[in-house]
């Protein structure tokens, strides 16, 4: 059963905002453990939300345009606190997603979104040096956050 | 005095527009015009490129229904081949056309437009959304996302990715299908059909509340279009193209679709990078047509399939002829998602769609290919010319919402004309403007937003340019 959803989502045609599309399609070429999925996608959309209710833990992967070039933040989102903040037919947050997966699937798992500040958000299909660069470090947390929550999941430990 | 009103941009549709409603002087609408305001330069720069790269390349031009240029495009690609498809390459690209036509429908739908019936059109804007549905009936929410989510796994599971995936080619389809694959689509036919049949039990009733909205957003006589199968049924994928009048009468039939540019003709306004098709022979004004959700269903004998064509008696009921009224597009919709379920069963269960023949080969034979489809808006065509070396010299793209430009024209007005009669904006009379073209979901090319974020700004302007009014919605 799959326990762990990486998500890796943006627009592979607007330079950084593709980070986290990128860094999750490089996870998808590693050895993973069957409990984790792994989903690499343009947007977050309505129809993710079903698909987030179903796991225990979701680590997201995205790029954010403030914060200095290349620069790696990791944070837990606090679920009990989500508010409605739109979702307007092409403005689906995370946050939004987040909400409906509850209101309409009465559930969300633990929720960790790893973000990567970017540099060039213009069109583009490859990312800014700096920002590439990152790539290797998110993955590792992305292991490390996995390794943390193994015993509320139940889990083995991925080396 | 003469004003104009802007509507900048319009929301909850796939692209970038505005509307101007132009007020007299005793400030009543004397005209009212959609203006879209993006360029798609896309048969420009194809030229040179193979002719066996379009069905992929143009499909670029939407990220809503890249599945309708994949497939018109690939159709004009087998006609520069001169091939005859395999039987199972043609069920499964119309499997995949319908699935393209579900999730568009269901997000046109569920996302965009049932805010508007379900809360009304004057709630309050910022619960005119996805989320407010959820608070409302969230069983309606949940059966929006299970439609749009059936037809985009269905897309996934053939094409390898749910948005532009590029597995219709040129003389077929790239893989065949695997036993396998068959069944996991059939095991999702049951809740989508449960889905989509709770969805119209639940709100045909509530269209009974708009009955002002029906007899004013574009109820006009004007000419339908769409393809009919050879037993006059809907289709999608094949078939001739037919034309209705008002009162419902065929006024062209069995039109071979490959000579479109026998009897369509496109006239160009400066005021809007759309041109406005009609029909040739009765010129722009007269041969002014629809296509789409409600032009398909008006133009047919019968669906084809059992339960869309007890929907479609009742649809047909609504009024006499032909159905005039766009807000009728809504219904349209949803029986249009029943029958594409059903359809998409009915291919599924012939045992030819698992022929390992699924690819005609060939070289060019022809220097000019056309390719037609009904994609979820209407009536799709693609036309490309090429050279000695295969490579394009020319195209034309005929998009759906492109021929229902002078009909959302009309639309808009009708709607202005009614709802807007004072010199004070209200946010619920040009919601109204805004919903009439909303009921035609136009698809500007959405796919090149850059920001999802769309402020809105409308102002009513004097002659002298003066603002003397103005909404702001973030």
């Known amino acids: 059963m799959n326990k762990v959803l990486v998500i890796g989502y943006g627009n592979s045609l607007a330079g950084d905002d593709a980070f986290g599309f990128y860094a999750a399609q490089k996870l998808v070429g590693l050895e993973l453990p069957e409990y984790v999925a792994v989903k690499y996608i343009h947007q977050l959309m309505p129809e993710h939300a079903e698909e987030i209710a179903e796991y225990d833990l979701l680590i997201c992967i995205d790029a954010e345009v403030s914060g200095n070039h290349g620069e790696l933040r990791c944070r837990l989102i606090n679920t009990d606190d989500l508010h409605d903040t739109g979702t307007a037919a092409h403005d689906y947050t995370l946050e939004s997603i987040l909400l409906l997966a509850r209101q309409l699937y009465g559930k969300l798992p633990e929720v960790h979104l790893i973000t990567v500040s970017g540099k060039n958000f213009l069109t583009s ?17 992305v292991f490390s956050i996995i390794n943390t929550k193994k015993h509320l999941l139940g889990l083995p430990v991925i080396m | 005095m003469s004003r104009t009103i802007t509507i900048d941009p319009v929301t909850r549709i796939e692209g970038h527009s505005k509307i101007t409603i132009h007020l007299d002087d005793e400030g009543k609408v004397n005209d009212a015009r959609f203006h879209v305001t993006q360029f798609r330069g896309f048969e420009k720069f194809c030229e040179g490129r193979p002719f066996y790269e379009m069905p992929s390349l143009m499909a670029r031009t939407c ?49 965009l437009s049932s805010p508007d019936i379900l809360l009304g ?38 094409g390898g990715k749910r948005i532009h995936p590029s597995w219709v080619i040129a003389g077929g389809v790239s893989t065949k299908l695997t036993e396998e694959q068959r069944k996991t689509m059939l095991g999702w036919i049951p809740e989508a059909l449960k889905a989509i049949q709770w969805t119209l039990d639940t709100v045909k009733p509530l269209l009974e509340n708009f009955r002002e909205e029906m007899r004013t957003f574009g109820n006009f006589p ?36 490959q000579k479109y540019f026998e009897y369509i003709e496109e006239k160009v306004e400066p005021w809007t990078f759309m041109k406005f098709p009609y029909y040739k022979p009765l010129g722009p004004d007269q041969g002014s047509y629809r296509v789409g959700p ?27 002829g032909a159905v005039l009224s766009s807000f009728h597009y809504h219904f349209a919709r949803l029986i249009e998602i029943l029958y594409g379920i059903e359809k998409i069963k009915m291919l599924l269960d012939d045992e030819k769609i698992l022929s390992t023949h699924f690819r005609a080969y060939a070289e060019p034979n022809n220097f000019e290919g056309v390719g037609v489809s009904e994609a979820p808006r209407g009536t799709l065509i693609h036309h490309y010319k090429i050279n000695e070396q295969g490579l394009i010299t020319w195209a034309n793209m005929i998009i759906a919402t492109g021929h229902n430009n002078q009909a959302m024209n ?8 009614h709802f807007i009669k004072h010199d004070k904006l209200t946010e619920g ?6 919903a009439v073209i909303r009921c035609y979901d136009p698809c500007l090319s959405c796919s090149t937003h850059a920001v999802g974020k769309m402020p809105m700004k409308i102002q009513l ?9 103005e909404l702001i919605k973030n």
């Open chain 2, 63 to 111: 990220g809503i229904c890249p599945v309708s240029h994949l497939v018109a495009g690939a159709k004009a690609c087998d006609d520069i081949l001169a091939v005859r498809l395999p039987d199972a390459a043609i069920m499964l690209r119309k499997i995949m056309n319908l699935s393209q036509i579900i999730q568009s429908h269901a997000l046109s739908f569920f996302y």
């Open chain 2, 410 to 417: 009309k639309g808009i007005l009708q709607a202005a004309k």
């Open chain 2, 429 to 434: 009379m040009t919601n109204r403007v805004e």
């Open chain 2, 294 to 320: 409600l032009a398909r269903l008006n133009i047919i004998d019968r669906c084809g399939t059992p339960l869309a064509d007890q929907e479609w008696a009742e649809f047909r009921d609504l009024e006499r």
């Open chain 2, 222 to 257: 004007s000419l339908f279009m769409g393809l009919v199968n050879e037993n006059n049924e809907l289709e999608h994928y094949s078939g001739k193209l037919r034309i209705v009048d008002s009162v419902g009468n065929i006024i062209a039939d069995k039109l071979d679709p």
């Open chain 2, 121 to 158: 059109l004057d709630s309050p804007v910022q619960d005119r959304n996805l989320g407010g549905i959820v608070k409302a009936n969230p069983e309606l929410a949940k059966n929006g996302i299970l439609l749009r989510k059936f037809g985009q796994k269905i897309i996934e599971l053939l």
């Open chain 1, 125 to 141: 299909d490859r990312l800014s040096p700096e920002v590439e660069i990152r790539i290797p470090d998110v993955i590792e947390n």
């Open chain 2, 461 to 469: 302007v004097n002659s002298c340019n003066e603002i003397i009014d």
